[in-house]
């Protein structure tokens, strides 16, 4: 690790502004950033931490009736408080990395870094989420650019997520066994409006919408619903864990049992 | 004496106390006045020409204190390999040097070529960073087959790759030919047994110190084997003189093989703590350890199995690649050869074996003994091959190997592979294996999965392994170059209770629990007011430290043999001060009594009376009470074992779960039972982490792909099945005073191929037509498997 400088702003304000120093970082729970940094993989000359910031901390209800979270608040928080309220997206918070890592982890902090086999990106792109951050509001449908590219701009920041509450959710993980990242972790939300299926772990291209099983589901919201689709290899990841091929055979697996326990 | 502390108690493991409140001291934990941090600039690549290396820049930085490359080490000896194996021509195998620090070549992703040493660690890791080395990369050598093949080599100098070709028994080996030419039936089988990462909790940590004053050096380190540690330091690497080297293994976490060796840091640690006037210390991080610790296994094996229709073993042959990486560490070249070909008779009669085995070398790390220590090989080849021809002839996996089993009157019985296992109960241990399994509750269990809508499969095998090592005469025969005793120095204090110095290093075995029982047990007296002494050797008796399940088999026996000199001299006193003849005395529950009479004296007052000898027969026995004792053992001991594995495995995500794990073994006579399910536990932990989880992969360009535990999966808790474990009613080892053998690696040498065997077993019953899949099981190799099948 080489030397940096520390800021613990405690209004967004003030975080913007350290932000805006040269080579200054953003600090969320840390969970893939410190890691980097052990390893003198990044040189950062001030991280400023985010999660001394009481106004992006803690859920509550919007008057939409979704579901708010501060962009600071850790993964175990989101499983505890969204248990009643949003129970997918709580079973999901629940079942990232270990305990350390869900009071660390952030949700910001998972948006913001896009890991391609992180889970809470399935869980706004399948809520259809809006991410807020210190300038705008952007749809989760636009904020998901590929393998760890998002539509942030330089020193901008997550302050908050709002996802919709579906009628029936669930995420269905399989597990990188060495990293308990999602090999294929498979997000299915159903709305009046209809069903989103959204996939992390298996593309090339970071966490994307599954169309056809989001169609085939929205007229019938059960597994068997998926027979007839089969998910191309091609763009999947291949590397030590699992072939395109198994990857791409996880997708439909994972799908059909996000539905039957969700239904 | 309370018995529930003797031998055969399963007393609490009093050395657990420090560890588990935090009061436990490692290598790491030590910090001296005016030390100096030392960090090692190693290659990330593969196999590259060094060009020049120049630290101009990095001498400038702040704090730097020195820095060494392998210019700087020419001179000094290379770390050697501990035995020397002959090819089948009679030609001895190849040795090229493997310097402190790399010098013209680096040969693997992690060699270090420099060394920096600091005021800090961040200084050391700062100035590092700024050497700027001229490498010219050249293309990996990775795959054995086209190291063999090719004409580019790991080390110029020898014009090869390969290090030996070795057969065993080589006058045997036309005989197994004409057997299996002849079988009416053969199974042949190709596997690999998977390279691994041996993940001590603890990683490697070196602290030089240097006194002007004496001459003299102190190395600190983690070490499982201090006293060879300071040999090879002394006669082959830096010529320091035995009497001017005091090496102290502290407490140690864990070492599984890959602490038993010399490492090159320990020497730089030396040479920089004498260049800056100071010590020098170096803690290996994660990453190091995972480039640099001596890996274990990698084997590439085809093994055929001849018989009878009636499933009798006529022939076992072996053709096998065996990495050693780019150097040879200290016992590697010994752990493919007589560690593992000498086993390939397994737990059976068959009369004809022949092992012919190629040590090639590769721009990988190096692989050395690893728990088990090519018994695991030998157990894994032979128990598959044996359930793959156990299934083409219809007959049952354990009546299989029933039929050929050693029978309990046949032993000593001498296998063709050349041992000769003292004593053993291989039907026994299936017996209480099977009753533990019950096979005909399986098949309701396998019913249960597959309404479940999952294959469940049993996995049954035998093992049986050579360890306790070893006789020194007859390795030394066998190659070996040093000898492979122990030694114990049990000293009685003046008011009765006693330190006891021993050659073994615990490191997670629990000596400072056991050895206290043996003694408390033979003097009467309470373990609890024993003490081991262990790891300073300026303190022990020179022994060879602790691998190969030797600790309580080799060193227990020297702690038994010292006692019993204890017990001798005690007996000699004890007769003085009771006026009777040593002859008529009875040692009981720490008393000596006149046989007959109420006369008596106790363990402690002997002991007293020998520090303080009034009215002491001066002119016939020596004051104190003080004995050392060098055990040799006759022969290795035969631990052995029968084990069965349930398994359910998903047909959609191809998911392995280990629904149910039983362990039989024969430990002989057991001296702590608690600590044995122990062993026997963690051993299985790490055989099932081989066989389903641990993948150690490099690419073509010999990067590390598994290099973090992002990507090398260790076994956790919620992988494991409860273990059932029994080590009851052993056969005793004939040779050794306890009548112990050791019980360190079973676990790790029978659970892989019963884990596979069950999973086989799985995907048949589920109607699949996979009789192979190599190690580790991956969800996704099993699933390829099975759609391929």
């Not at chain 2, 752990?335 to 737990?347: I, Q």
């Not at chain 2, 085995?357 to 598959?384: C, H, M, Q, W």
């Not at chain 2, 990067?703 to 409860?722: H, K, T």
């Not at chain 2, 005793?732 to 019963?754: D, F, Q, Y």
């Amino acid at each position: 690790m080489y030397a940096f400088e520390i800021e613990r702003p405690s209004t967004i304000a003030d975080a913007i502004k350290a932000l805006s120093e040269e080579d200054a970082q953003a600090l969320g729970g840390g969970q893939t950033l410190i890691p980097t940094l052990k390893q003198r993989l990044a040189m950062p000359a001030t991280l400023v931490s985010l999660t001394g910031i009481g106004e992006m901390q803690g859920v509550c209800i919007g008057d939409n009736g979704e579901v708010c979270v501060g962009g600071a608040t850790n993964h175990a928080t989101v499983a505890a408080e969204t248990a009643a309220s949003y129970p997918g997206l709580s079973g999901l918070a629940g079942n990232i990395g270990d305990p350390a890592v869900r009071n660390r982890g952030t949700v910001g902090g998972s948006l913001a870094n896009n890991d391609p086999s992180a889970c809470y990106p399935a869980a706004a792109l399948g809520s259809g989420a809006t991410i807020i951050t210190n300038t705008r509001q952007i749809a989760a449908d636009d904020y998901f650019q590929g393998m760890f590219e998002t539509a942030l701009e330089e020193g901008e920041v997550i302050t908050e997520v709002r996802f919709p509450v579906p009628e029936k959710s669930h995420y269905e993980k399989f597990v990188q066994p060495a990293s308990r990242f999602a090999l294929v972790g498979v997000f299915v939300a159903k709305y009046a409006d209809g069903v989103r299926v959204a996939v992390t772990g298996a593309s090339e291209n970071g966490v994307y919408r599954w169309s056809e099983a989001e169609t085939a589901l929205s007229s019938d919201f059960s597994k068997d619903a998926l027979d007839g689709l089969t998910v191309p290899a091609d763009g999947m990841i291949a590397d030590l864990h699992g072939s395109s091929d198994y990857r791409a055979h996880l997708v439909k697996v994972m799908t059909g049992r996000a539905v039957t326990a969700a239904a | 004496m309370p018995k529930d502390g003797g031998i055969g108690a399963s007393t609490t493991r009093r050395e657990d106390v420090r560890f588990l409140t935090g009061k436990g001291k490692y290598t790491a934990d030590i910090n001296t006045f005016g030390q100096a941090a030392a960090t090692f600039v190693r290659s990330t690549v593969a196999n590259g020409v060094i060009k020049s290396i120049d630290t101009s820049a990095a001498a400038e930085m702040p704090g730097v204190l020195a820095i060494f490359t392998g210019e700087d080490f020419v001179d000094v000896g290379g770390n050697p390999a501990g035995w020397l194996i002959n090819s089948r021509d009679g030609e001895p195998m190849k040795e090229p040097k493997r310097p402190v620090l790399a010098h013209g070549k680096v040969r693997h992703v992690g060699d270090a070529y420099a060394a920096v040493i600091a005021e800090t660690e961040q200084q050391a890791r700062d100035a590092a960073e700024e050497i700027i080395a001229d490498i010219e990369e050249l293309p990996a050598i990775i795959d054995m087959a086209a190291a063999l093949a090719g004409d580019a080599y790991v080390h110029d100098e020898i014009g090869t790759n390969q290090c030996f070709d070795w057969g065993w028994i080589e006058d045997n080996r036309a005989a197994t030919d004409e057997a299996i030419k002849n079988a009416p039936h053969v199974t042949t089988l190709e596997l690999i047994n998977n390279r691994l990462v041996p993940n001590a909790m603890e990683p490697r940590a070196s602290i030089g110190t240097y006194d002007a004053a004496g001459d003299s050096y102190l190395l600190q380190t983690t070490s499982q084997n201090p006293h060879l540690t300071r040999l090879l330091i002394s006669a082959f690497v830096m010529g320091i003189p035995e009497n001017k080297l005091t090496v102290i293994a502290p407490d140690v976490g864990g070492g599984f093989g890959s602490k038993i060796y010399h490492y090159g840091e320990e020497a730089l640690v030396l040479a920089a703590a004498k260049k800056v006037g100071r010590p020098v210390k170096w803690v290996a991080d994660r990453t190091e350890s995972f480039l640099t610790d001596a890996h274990g296994r990698d084997h590439v094996t085809k093994i055929e199995l001849a018989c009878e229709k009636d499933g009798t073993f006529i022939a076992f042959r072996t053709e096998t690649l065996a990495n050693v990486g780019a150097y040879l560490s200290n016992f590697s070249t010994a752990t493919p050869t007589f560690l593992h070909g000498t086993l390939m008779a397994g737990n059976y009669t068959v009369p004809n074996v022949y092992v012919n085995l190629k040590a090639v070398f590769t721009n990988t790390a190096p692989v050395d003994a690893y728990r088990g220590a090519g018994r695991p090989e030998a157990t894994y080849s032979i128990e598959r091959v044996i359930d793959m021809a156990a299934r083409e002839l219809n007959i049952d996996p354990v009546e299989i190997r029933r039929k050929n089993f050693i029978k309990p009157d046949q032993f000593p019985f001498g296998t063709a592979a050349g041992l000769e296992y003292d004593s053993g109960n291989y039907d026994a241990l299936m017996d209480k294996m099977e009753a533990i399994v019950d096979r005909k509750a399986f098949e309701e269990r396998r019913k249960q999965s597959e309404a479940n809508g999952k294959m469940r499969g049993l996995g049954i095998n035998a093992y049986v392994e050579a360890c306790g090592i070893a006789p020194s005469n007859l390795v030394g025969v066998l190659g070996s170059r040093v000898g492979l005793y122990d030694a114990a120095t049990v000293r009685v204090n003046a008011t009765g209770n006693l330190s006891v110095m021993v050659g073994a290093h615990s490191h997670g075995q629990g000596h400072e629990t056991v050895f206290p029982q043996i003694v408390g047990e033979m003097l009467g007296i309470d373990p609890q007011s024993v003490d081991i002494v262990h790891g300073d050797t300026s303190k022990i008796p020179f022994g060879m430290g602790t691998y190969g399940s030797r600790s309580l088999a080799v060193c227990g026996s020297a702690v038994v043999r010292a006692t019993e000199k204890i017990i001798a001299k005690a007996k000699k006193i004890a007769a003085h001060m009771l006026e009777a003849s040593a002859d008529d005395l009875e040692f009981t529950d720490g008393q000596f009594t006149v046989k007959g009479t109420d006369k008596s004296v106790s363990f402690g007052e002997v002991a007293l009376k020998a520090y303080i000898p009034h009215e002491f027969p001066i002119e016939d026995i020596e004051p104190g009470l003080e004995e050392t004792a060098f055990y040799d053992p006759a022969n290795f001991t035969y631990p052995s074992g029968a084990y069965a594995c349930e398994v359910e495995v998903d047909p959609e995500t191809g998911k392995v779960t280990i629904e149910r794990f039983t362990a039989c073994d024969d430990f002989g006579n057991v001296m702590n039972p608690m600590i044995v399910s122990g062993q026997v536990q963690g051993g299985v932990v790490q055989g099932i982490g081989q066989a389903l989880l641990e993948n150690t992969t490099y690419d073509e360009n010999g990067q590390l792909l598994s290099a973090s535990y992002m990507d090398y999966v260790m076994p956790r808790a919620d992988d494991l099945p409860f273990i059932a474990v029994d080590h009851s009613d052993g056969t005793p080892c004939t040779h050794n005073p306890l009548g112990a053998k050791g019980c360190g690696e079973g676990g790790a040498i029978g659970s892989p191929p019963t884990v596979v065997n069950a999973v086989i077993d799985a995907l048949q019953s589920g109607g699949k037509n996979v009789t192979h899949i190599d190690m580790p099981l991956t969800p996704a190799r099993v699933w390829a498997a099975m759609n391929n099948a």
